[in-house]
């Protein structure tokens, strides 16, 4: 079984994308996910420990997490000792499922996948990337997004152009849905040798 890495900066589209692999078959983990999951769940009395009063609802507030470990290195740290393992133990699980089932490829949806050194853990790498201007617009788009805000989180991921780099395959979503689905489809069928005109790779 194939082990691809999905990464991508900020409203690239990489969620869509992702969405996409899913519905040709392919299964997908999704790190943010599991780290949600992870904050309403196991994790979350150690992180009140080690950051009080993030909280609400009986779930790790993020807005109120990030005041801790924005700007902060050490805080960060302390927190990916807490969250980083439980993400582990549930990549692993699933990855065993995937191969039970006889899955040819696994995806791996990991947004940071290059700045944990996830890379390092998967057979392929896939990027996905957009034109600056399109990104920019998709993520001011988004609810509570201002330039600031998104300038801060370019400023703590690894630039694109360096992500298509180290990429082994790279899937633009500048253009419409169709198009990104069409390459969706021949990345799949580039790693896992599918015939032409096959729709799934599980």
């Known amino acids: 079984?194939?082990?691809?890495?999905?990464?991508?900066?900020?409203?690239?589209?990489?969620?869509?994308?992702?969405?996409?692999?899913?519905?040709?078959?392919?299964?997908?983990?999704?790190?943010?996910?599991?780290?949600?999951?992870?904050?309403?769940?196991?994790?979350?009395?150690?992180?009140?420990?080690?950051?009080?009063?993030?909280?609400?609802?009986?779930a790790v507030d993020r807005e109120r997490l990030a005041q801790y470990v924005v700007n902060d290195t050490a805080a960060m740290k302390r927190l990916e000792a807490i969250v980083h393992p439980a993400v582990g133990e549930r990549r692993t699980r699933f990855l065993d499922d995937a191969r039970r089932a006889g899955a040819r490829a696994a995806i791996l949806d990991v947004?940071?996948?290059?700045?944990?050194?996830?890379?390092?853990?998967?057979?392929?790498?896939?990027?996905?990337?957009?034109?600056?201007?399109?990104?920019?617009?998709?993520?001011?788009?988004?609810?509570?997004?201002?330039?600031?805000?998104?300038?801060?989180?370019?400023?703590?991921?690894?630039?694109?152009?360096?992500?298509?780099?180290?990429a082994h395959f790279v899937i633009d979503t500048s253009g419409s849905l169709a198009d990104s689905r069409r390459q969706a489809q021949d990345f799949l069928r580039a790693i896992v040798g599918i015939e032409k005109g096959s729709q799934t790779v599980a």
């Open 1 to 58: 079984m194939i082990v691809v890495g999905l990464t991508g900066s900020i409203a690239m589209g990489k969620s869509t994308l992702a969405q996409m692999l899913r519905e040709l078959g392919a299964p997908v983990f999704d790190a943010d996910a599991a780290v949600h999951d992870i904050y309403r769940g196991e994790a979350a009395a150690k992180v009140e420990a080690e950051f009080p009063g993030v909280i609400v609802d009986g």
């Open 111 to 166: 947004p940071l996948l290059f700045e944990t050194g996830g890379d390092r853990r998967v057979d392929v790498v896939l990027v996905v990337s957009a034109r600056p201007d399109i990104q920019r617009a998709r993520a001011l788009e988004r609810p509570g997004a201002d330039a600031e805000r998104f300038a801060g989180l370019l400023a703590r991921q690894i630039p694109d152009v360096e992500k298509r780099r180290r």
